[in-house]
């Protein structure tokens, strides 16, 4: 069914607030580049199959970052791929560095920029000790708030830097008022980046930046309700409560609660299907021409040697054939 927001706004708002156009112009791009192949099985299906990819977040695999993060529909895709891509990471307890991370996210956009990575992390960490481990789900939730509000939270940190610096970037200041000037010098002397800013003057320049902002922010009223709960707050401080909010997490959509980050039963199920097809592919055996099973020798069937084997393993395996080996030479001779 059409949603009765299409017919709220006029058309080509409309348009622009879905960025119809990115993703019209990213396609005939690709349909241009790939003419020769596409011409196979046609301009429509193309489309097709390229909108369906849009809708289903798959759209950003292996993309350039420009076009990664030119939607939030893009961005909210990315955070779901990592997340499903990488939970593995967090269901094995593993901690992992910045540096580790920012590889995982080079897995699935090539150029992704170190700076995000890092400011993600330092969100996580409160400090630039960048070599410090990180649980998934730390990480995950405060690249979410770093990476999908990239934009808004460079204009934070600037209000932050003048109200520690005594100034409110929503006041005029009148040249003329010595008292007004006392002041402002009296605040700058007594605020510590140590102590950060007061939060209920923090939330009066935020609230002017959220309406106005043309970019993805929180919700104003989740703001409020995490700068309502204390009277100071420095700025790595409110980032982190915006990474454990709950409400912001499901206003950007793209991630589960923290209590189900581990879990993602569609995928589990297919992993289940590809296992006991492989499972059923190895333990098959031919069949005679009478339709029983073939007369095999007992011989147990090779298997394939993981990668991943400890070394001491593979020893003990070796020393054990040698001495089967050296067992049926003497009994032979």
């Known amino acids: 069914m059409l949603s009765a927001e299409r017919f709220s706004v006029p058309g080509p708002e409309y348009l622009a607030q879905r960025h119809v156009l990115t993703y019209m112009e990213d396609a005939v791009s690709q349909l241009l580049e790939n003419r020769e192949d596409i011409s196979q099985y046609g301009i429509a299906r193309f489309f ?37 891509c990488f939970r593995t990471v967090g269901k094995n307890g593993d901690l992992l560095t910045a540096k580790d991370y920012h590889c995982l996210l080079q897995l699935l956009c090539p150029d992704f920029p170190m700076e995000l990575t890092q400011k993600a992390a330092r969100i996580v960490l409160m400090d630039d000790a960048m070599d410090c481990l990180m649980s998934f789900s730390d990480f995950l939730f405060a690249f979410q708030i770093q990476f999908y509000y990239s934009e808004f939270l460079e204009s934070v940190a600037a209000i932050y830097q003048d109200l520690l610096a005594g100034k409110n970037p929503n006041t005029v ?20 980046p140590l102590d950060g800013v007061e939060a209920s003057l923090f939330y009066q320049c935020l609230e002017t930046l ?105 020893r003990k395996v070796d020393t054990e054939s040698d001495i089967s080996t050296e067992e049926t030479d003497s009994s032979e001779n």
Not at 173 to 190: C, D, K, L
Not at 249 to 275: F, H, I, T
């Open 173 to 192: 200041i009148v040249p003329t008022s010595s008292s007004g000037q006392h002041r402002s010098r009296q605040a700058s002397s007594e605020c510590s």
């Open 48 to 84: 097709t199959e390229y909108f369906n990819s849009v809708r289903q977040g798959t759209h950003i695999l292996f993309r350039e970052f420009s076009f990664v993060q030119a939607t939030p529909h893009n961005r909210a895709s990315y955070l779901r791929t990592f997340w499903r």
């Open 210 to 314: 959220l309406d106005r902002s043309k970019y993805s922010c929180p919700p104003s009223a989740l703001v409020k309700e995490v700068l309502s709960s204390v009277q100071r707050l420095t700025f790595y401080g409110f980032l982190m409560a915006l990474a454990k909010h709950h409400g912001i997490n499901r206003a950007v959509g793209a991630l589960p609660d923290k209590g189900d980050l581990l879990l993602d039963p569609p995928m589990d199920q297919e992993l289940e299907k590809l296992v006991a097809q492989v499972s059923g592919l190895s333990i098959s055996t031919p069949a005679s021409s009478s339709g029983e099973p073939a007369n095999l020798p007992s011989r147990n069937s090779p298997r394939i040697n993981s990668p991943w084997k400890p070394l001491h393993h593979r």
